[in-house]
């Protein structure tokens, strides 16, 4: 077996049981375990991945350099493998439904214009049917159009329309690519949070295979993209906590017994360096927010989170002063790395707005600063193409903040992780014989694709957060930590805003991190390697049924995720819940 989520101890240097605070000793009885040492120090700051086990693999008949070679191999392999299948399934006859489905009808159109335009125009009522009818030859209209989200997404569903043309598989190229790449980078940043392999596959076979995410995959809407930029700061920021804890282990001093030891001057005046991973995940940042702006409140709890880890590694290593050790040395280049950056990467996105004419001509509001806006107290101190941004943000804002129309779809946060009300994008009653009916189909049939997670994963999910939660305060385990303020991030925002119109497929930004619970959960059911067999054996079959199980629930509504028309007694059995309908 392969180490899993419990078998390395990342906890901190701690008082014996006896010396700690009375409220530390009164929480051991729910299973607070403070942090405890441990011999190098090295292997504290970056702890080592899995070694492969040597029952295992003698029983496999390898020896042990075989089985180390394949061990590294699979660091990359088994990801790809397992990208592979994901983008297997998304890319499966990715233009059916050929329709414009949901919001496509906002976002595809926006995003053709954007790419030949620079900014969204108005287009009309009825061109739907006339760009599946034409193939796409339509002609761009030329006014303005007011919209109420930044460019990026719009730009990247707009660059597989330059690939593949201006229709359902053209629009939905790059988000079903962003889809599959996530998956891919969960894999990874499974494998480095987990420090195993095995369960960062896990964590990425899980999100391939979950409903919601797979149907954003398959949708030319934002959320997916913004998903994706939210997994790779994520992943840029894991990485970078590993460089700067090993850069940090390198200059502490090592013993007689070539042991790294703690060392107070070493941890409160070292210098970590330029940290190119966290400017990239500011890159990543700046990116999220220019496609959605909930991807606010994932810069802000990235960059403490970031914070925290710095202090916590400064501790590790034998800081006297860690938190003015972060302060001086850390905290001014954190900031710069991704406040900053995430405000020019921001800035850069609007470009095609901001070099559209001015005369009335280019983009919406573009000419306020030099029209409605010229007598504006502010108009000497800032350009105009600042002061139009402004004010067309300004407005963008109070439109989120007012929008509560009521929708057929719209459900309160409360009701997401039991999947209380889906969202149904596209929905079709074709009669026996017709549109891919089944002639002796009986009544009719249906064909729906419905925005639902994998009702099991994410029950399922629902246990491993309070897992994470429980292991992060009572453990102090930092990547349950990690986890838990990622789908945090991407959630609680949401109870703030309960009266506005808000939908459950928002929930795809912290699907990915409830996968990497769920797979810390089944870590800690399959138990450390220094288990016995039997307890290894019989958790090892618990979580791989679980995992059938999750399986076998995606395969089952795969017909609802893909349009597919089936007899509407069949679908009829797969409306577990009377909101689905």
């Known amino acids: 077996m392969t180490s899993t989520a419990s078998s390395t101890d990342t906890r901190h240097d ?24 441990g011999d190098d120090v090295r292997e504290r700051l970056v702890p080592p991945y899995a070694e492969p086990s040597p029952r295992l693999w003698a029983a496999l008949g390898f020896s042990h350099g075989t089985a180390t070679r394949l061990v590294r191999w699979a660091g990359w392999g088994g990801p790809l493998l397992v990208t592979l299948f994901a983008g297997v399934l998304r890319f499966w006859n990715l233009g059916s439904p050929k329709a414009v489905i949901f919001d496509e009808t906002y ?3 926006d995003a053709w214009a954007l790419v030949h335009r620079g900014f969204e125009v108005n287009w009309d009522k009825n061109v739907n049917e ?3 009818s034409n193939g796409g030859n339509v002609p761009i209209p030329t006014d303005a159009a007011y919209v109420v989200h930044p460019p990026v997404g719009k730009y990247v569903i707009g660059l597989g329309e ?10 939905r190229f790059m988000t079903a690519v962003l889809g599959t790449l996530s998956v891919l980078l969960i894999c990874r940043i ?3 949070l987990l420090r195993s392999t095995f369960l960062g596959c896990v964590a990425g076979a899980l999100l391939a295979i979950d409903g919601l995410h797979f149907v954003m995959s398959r949708t030319a809407l934002l959320d997916g993209v913004l998903m994706f930029f939210v997994v790779a700061a994520f992943g840029c920021l894991v990485v970078d906590r590993d460089k700067a804890r090993a850069r940090l282990a390198a200059a502490l001093p090592v013993d007689a017994d070539g042991r790294v030891r703690p060392d107070a001057r070493t941890a409160d005046t070292a210098f970590l360096g330029l940290r190119p991973w966290r400017w990239a995940a500011g890159v990543m940042l700046g990116l999220a927010v220019a496609t959605k702006w909930n991807g606010l409140y994932v810069l802000a709890a990235f960059a403490v989170m970031t914070v925290l880890w710095d202090v916590g590694a400064r501790k590790v290593a034998g800081a006297r002063h860690p938190y003015l050790a972060v302060l001086k040395y850390d905290l001014g280049l954190a900031f710069v790395a991704l406040v900053p950056v995430m405000v020019v990467t921001y800035l850069t996105t609007w470009l095609g707005w901001l070099l559209s004419p001015t005369d009335g001509t280019g983009g919406y509001y573009r000419n306020w600063a030099a029209t409605d806006g010229r007598e504006s107290a502010w108009g000497w101190l800032f350009p105009d193409w600042l002061r139009s941004l402004w004010h067309y943000e300004s407005q963008v804002y109070q439109f989120h ?7 057929t779809y719209q459900s309160n946060p409360w009701s997401w992780l039991v999947l209380g009300r889906p969202v149904s994008y596209y929905y079709e009653s074709p009669a026996p014989g017709t549109g891919g009916c089944p002639v002796d189909a009986g009544e009719k049939c249906a064909s729906e694709v419905l925005a639902l997670g994998t009702p099991m994963l994410w029950w399922v999910g629902i246990f491993a957060l309070a897992y994470v939660l429980w292991r992060w305060f009572f453990r102090r385990d930092w990547r349950a930590g990690a986890i838990a303020c990622a789908i945090a991030a991407g959630y609680v925002p949401w109870f703030l805003y309960q009266e506005r119109t808000i939908f459950l497929f928002y929930a795809v930004v912290f699907v990915p991190f409830l996968c990497l619970a769920v797979a810390m959960l089944l870590g800690a059911l399959i ?3 220094r288990s016995s067999e039997g307890r290894r054996v019989a958790g090892a079959t618990g979580a791989g049924v679980l995992v059938l199980l999750i399986a076998w629930n995606f395969i089952y509504f795969w017909p609802i995720y893909t349009g597919q028309s089936i007899p509407i007694d069949d679908w009829r059995s797969r409306m577990w819940l009377d909101t689905w309908v």
């Open 14 to 37: 701690q008082a014996p049981p006896d010396q700690r605070p009375a409220w530390q000793q009164r929480l051991r009885r729910f299973g607070y375990a403070g942090r405890a040492g």
């Open 107 to 109: 976002y595809a159109k």
């Open 130 to 132: 006339l760009i599946l």
């Open 162 to 171: 330059l690939m593949f043309g201006f229709d359902p598989f053209g629009w």
């Open 190 to 192: 499974g494998r480095r």
């Open 401 to 407: 903040v007012d929008l509560d129309s009521p929708h």
């Open 527 to 529: 138990g450390p390697p």
